[in-house]
């Protein structure tokens, strides 16, 4: 699993000095903040990132040709901290959605046209099955273009790779006042999410109370006007059919889902499905500082050829000083149960990963804290299942001391998961007597699945170095440990 860090120049449309002035600068500061995050013990290495600096939210993702693209919202300025300008659009590709080759820069802003910042979007298959990015103009700060507006601009590869991007048009896709699009359009509108139903296009977007869009031609270059939608909140709004229904992801906090039916002749999303938490690394009372938010955030969701839906998101909340902060989720496949609610699963390509083993069978704990033995580190994929538990509490511990005294820990009680401090709660049902885990830790990055996938907690942890032990615990009463499989895994970089 080859990683390239290339950050060659790509062809953008526009090649006037201040363009390639910036990109220059862009490419230097990367360059010099590389080996400050390489030193960092604390990176996680089979989660991609960039080679430094600040990486936002994933927004493009598509299989094409033979290889699975995603785009991310960069920047190469910030340092390793939110910054207002400059963002531009990474790219990176993999051939198994395990090992990600980064990629040159795919959109750089138009600082010519007044462009502060490249902001979210997708990427799509036009009429004659092209990839097709939609993205977020943001204008600077005292540009009075539109009444300073965001607006939605296209572009098109210039190469099968795509490697090479131009913009579709020299005037925006989408804008205040233009195709249909109200004059009173939020002026923070970001986020252009394309989804087709009945063999129309739409798009859909945040921060304008469900506005939809409808492509007028196959080139997907003229819209208008087609209506709103409900229950369209948050950033980052992915919408697409799943097992014959609609399901609707908004990057809230925490991110949610809502499942239900779309109608393409009124533009009505009728809820009528299951709702819920998508991940709940978030917690209750999220930080408002944007450095300091942690979990999943800014999903994008694409098919791949076998048809499957695949979920990618951002992982944010890392510590600053770092020369880096920011990566990408690990692949998701996501699905619907009998009940139609969301499940998501881990890719299973990710056990490519998968190196030593250690298998454990049938282990009671009695009111008691077990360090497993032969089981140590800080890149490891973990499933646990207990079962039969009258135990008070009980879970595990991971990266945990040699005595047993400072762990992350997940450990169930009353109905709910408590994932290093950020709580699920747990349907318990009759039918079900196990507690399933499904745990992946890549350094500072924890991603848990919980029975089955029916639910998700994504943490940003920073334990002690030196502190890699796992252990399985009870209190007050016992619980059967069923069965605890541990594998180290391999870094991807």
Known sequence: MLISATLAVSVYGQTD???KEYHAKAMAAVKAAIPQAEKDPTRPVYHFRPP???????????????????????????????????????????????????LPWALLPMKDRGERRC???????????????????????KDATRLGKREHWGAVPLDDDLIRWRRVKNEPLMAAGMN????????GWSDPFVFRSNGRTFVT???????????????????????????????????FTLAGKWVLLRSTRPPTYVVGDFDSETIAFHMSGAAGVLDYGFGKNPPKD?????????????????????????VCGFKPGRGWNGCMSLPRILTLDKDRRLIQTPAPELKQLRGRHLRIENLNIANESKIIDGARGDTLEIIAEFIGADAAAFGLKVRCSADGQDAVTLKYADGILNVAGTEAPIERREDRKTLKLHIFLDKSVM????????MSVTRVNYPGQKDLGVAAFSENGD???KSLDIWQMRPIW
Not at 77 to 99: Q, T
């Open 17 to 19: 000095d201040a363009n």
């Open 52 to 102: 430094a600096q600040w990486m936002n939210d994933i927004c493009g993702a598509i299989y094409y040709k033979g290889w699975y693209h995603i785009f991310y919202q960069y920047n190469p300025f910030s340092g390793d901290r939110w910054g207002e300008d400059y963002s531009l659009w990474g790219h990176a590709r993999s051939a198994d959605l395990v090992g990600w080759e980064d």
């Open 119 to 141: 902001n979210s979007g997708c990427v799509a298959l036009d009429g004659d099955g092209r990839p097709m990015i939609f993205y977020t103009f943001v204008p600077a700060r």
């Open 180 to 187: 249909g699009v109200p004059d009173s359009v939020n002026g």
């Open 205 to 239: 977007f945040k921060s304008c109370k469900g506005l939809v869009c409808e492509a007028q031609n196959k080139e997907l270059t003229r819209w208008k006007y087609a209506g709103r939608m409900d229950g369209v909140d948050g950033e980052c709004p992915n919408f």
């Open 290 to 314: 944007r450095s300091w938010t942690r979990g999943l955030y800014a999903t994008n969701v694409f098919a791949d050829a076998d048809g499957r839906r695949v979920m990618l998101g951002w």
């Open 447 to 454: 991603e848990v699945f919980i029975d089955e996938g029916r």
């Open 479 to 481: 619980v059967a440990l």
